[in-house]
């Protein structure tokens, strides 16, 4: 087991576009288990592997109030949604800021686990923009993408204000 190091925005390696998983091995099985030691530490709902900063299309998620629904998702996709529903969002990688963000209320999801078996789910509400948010990390996109170039610039600023003075 081991807490991994979380990128923060703007670091450019979150802008990487993530690989399918091939392999379903014990190295997998052993970053999905530090995954979600690093999430359930933070704390937060969802973590990406792009956050982490390993480019494998795999995320995280754990949206129950007693912190005991883990669901891990490889090669996860939508393939249906509907509604729209907007949400206060934040995330590990912009960490002191939330904003409202626009999501499908409803979505369908197709994902492997650790072992690639493919099963179907249906998703609503937190969890369903959970999963969205988390699946954009696999693009390379961030939730502050959504917001306008003065709200995004303006946290992109103060991060780096932060991170400079953490660096001192
Ligand atoms: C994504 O985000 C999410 O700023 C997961 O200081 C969030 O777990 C989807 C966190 C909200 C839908 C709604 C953020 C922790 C955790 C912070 C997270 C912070 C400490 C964010
Ligand atoms: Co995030």
Same mark, same amino acid.
């Given at each position: 087991?081991?807490?991994?190091?979380?990128?923060?925005?703007?670091?450019?390696?979150?802008?990487?576009?993530?690989?399918?998983?091939? @392999?379903?091995?014990? !190295?997998?099985?052993?970053? &999905?288990?530090?995954?979600? %030691?690093?999430?359930?530490? =933070?704390?937060? *709902?969802?973590?990406?592997?792009?956050?982490?900063?390993?480019?494998?299309?795999?995320?995280?998620?754990?949206?129950?109030?007693?912190?005991?629904?883990?669901?891990?998702?490889?090669?996860?996709?939508?393939?249906?949604?509907?509604?729209? @529903?907007?949400?206060? !969002?934040?995330?590990?990688? &912009?960490?002191?800021?939330? %904003?409202?963000?626009?999501? =499908?209320?409803? *979505?369908?999801?197709?994902?492997?686990?650790?072992?690639?078996?493919?099963?179907?789910?249906?998703?609503?509400?937190?969890?369903?923009?959970?999963?969205?948010?988390?699946?954009?990390?696999?693009?390379?996109?961030?939730?502050?993408?959504?917001?306008?170039?003065?709200?995004?610039?303006?946290?992109?600023?103060?991060?780096?204000?932060?991170?400079?003075?953490?660096?001192?």
């Amino acid at each position: 087991m081991a807490l991994l190091n979380i990128l923060h925005f703007p670091d450019t390696r979150l802008r990487t576009v993530a690989k399918p998983v091939t @392999e379903f091995d014990a !190295e997998l099985k052993q970053l &999905v288990s530090d995954l979600f %030691e690093t999430m359930y530490e =933070a704390p937060g *709902i969802g973590l990406a592997a792009t956050q982490v900063d390993r480019h494998i299309r795999l995320l995280v998620l754990d949206v129950s109030e007693g912190r005991d629904r883990p669901r891990c998702l490889i090669n996860p996709q939508i393939i249906a949604s509907d509604g729209e @529903e907007e949400m206060d !969002e934040g995330c590990l990688s &912009v960490p002191g800021f939330y %904003e409202k963000v626009s999501r =499908a209320e409803r *979505i369908r999801v197709r994902a492997q686990n650790t072992d690639g078996e493919v099963s179907e789910f249906e998703a609503e509400g937190l969890e369903a923009v959970c999963i969205q948010h988390e699946m954009d990390h696999l693009e390379g996109k961030l939730f502050v993408d959504y917001l306008s170039s003065l709200k995004r610039n303006r946290i992109r600023s103060k991060l780096v204000k932060q991170q400079k003075q953490q660096a001192k």
